[in-house]
């Protein structure tokens, strides 16, 4: 069960509008955000991560062609009712689990424009209700689930928008949205004072960089209809978060002391998936025996 109360949000936006050029050529006919961690894609997680924290729709925005992601979230009433008809209950849970976590709506982003303006592509969906919005990247895999849960908390608390950290090394650095942030008398939440994207590690203000969760304001969009091309020459979702905070706007960061994965990289999943996979029953024996043995090969 999700948070109630102001803290809550029922609209989570998933940006799923990238061309996934580091895993072409696979990618040339399959969304990355359906490429699998062991048996379920990268966007199901991010679904039930959004579900779990309480939201009841999830807006996916795509770029043109890549609407197949939406159908994932589709019922499929034919395998069902044959899954059904052989007694494969497990796997029927797990075709019907999708459908039933979140209702989906798509927005389509026509031209690559950046992260703030694929989030600004679901403005149009939201209604009266929407006072603030999740977005969770795709890539972005944050374990254990439920930091938007605490950061719901924190934005009751405070008001205003809530975002997620990571402290990164700094070498690391400027791949990040990274944060000036004051301490609070909580040890794991700060308050934002400024947010620079991707800066070099020499220029960058702290070590705390943006891991991909944010619960935001409504303002936001206000917000991202008045910022310039920023880093890269893109719309970026971290100029529009730096604006609001130099109009007074409070902004706070949850640091998250738990695992991250980048699915958006071929090596990251592979990690996400070797990771879940030794979690699971059925294959995690036989794969850590396996791994251990090649692990002692002189060769890679
Ligand atoms: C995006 C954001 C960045 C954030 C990062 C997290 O960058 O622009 O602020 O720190 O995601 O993964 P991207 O990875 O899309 O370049």
């Known amino acids: 069960m999700g948070p109630v109360g102001y803290g809550a949000v029922r609209t989570a936006i998933v940006p799923a509008a990238g061309l996934g050029t580091r895993f072409l050529p696979t990618t040339k006919t399959v ?3 359906l490429l699998p961690v062991v048996d379920t894609p990268a966007i199901e997680y991010v679904a039930a991560e959004a579900a779990q924290a309480g939201a009841q729709r999830l807006v996916l925005v795509v770029s043109p062609g890549k609407e ?3 159908a994932h979230f589709d019922p499929n009433p034919d395998l069902e009712a044959g899954l059904r008809g052989h007694g494969k209950e497990a796997l029927l849970a797990k075709v019907r689990r999708a459908p039933e976590l979140i209702g989906v709506e798509v927005a389509v982003q026509d031209k690559p424009l950046g992260l703030g303006h694929a989030v600004g592509c679901a ?3 939201l ?7 999740a977005v969770l990247l795709p890539d972005d895999f944050v374990l254990p689930t439920g930091v938007l849960i605490t ?6 608390r405070y008001g205003g928008s809530v975002l997620c950290a990571f402290d990164v090394p700094r070498e690391q650095i400027s791949a990040y949205g990274v944060f000036t942030v004051d301490d609070t008398d909580e040890p794991d939440v700060k308050r934002v004072r400024g947010m620079v994207e991707k800066p070099a590690p020499e220029a960058a203000p702290s070590t705390f960089a943006a891991a991909g969760r944010y619960l935001l304001d409504r303002a936001v969009f206000d917000a991202l209809h008045r910022i310039a091309p920023g880093s890269g020459g893109e719309l970026q979702l971290t100029d529009a978060i730096a604006l609001l905070i130099d109009e007074g ?22 990690r996400a998936s070797v990771d879940f996979a030794l979690k699971d029953p059925e294959i995690g024996p036989e794969l850590r025996s396996w791994l ?3 692990l002692e090969q002189e060769n890679p």
């Open 31 to 33: 969304p990355k955000e």
């Open 68 to 70: 197949s992601v939406a």
């Open 123 to 125: 403005e149009p969906l």
């Open 127 to 133: 209604d009266d209700s929407d006072d603030a919005v």
């Open 151 to 156: 950061m719901a908390v924190i934005r009751q």
């Open 249 to 270: 706007h409070p902004v706070h960061v949850v640091v998250h002391r738990g695992e991250r994965h980048d699915l958006g990289n071929p090596g990251g999943l592979l």
């Open 292 to 294: 251990l043995n090649r």
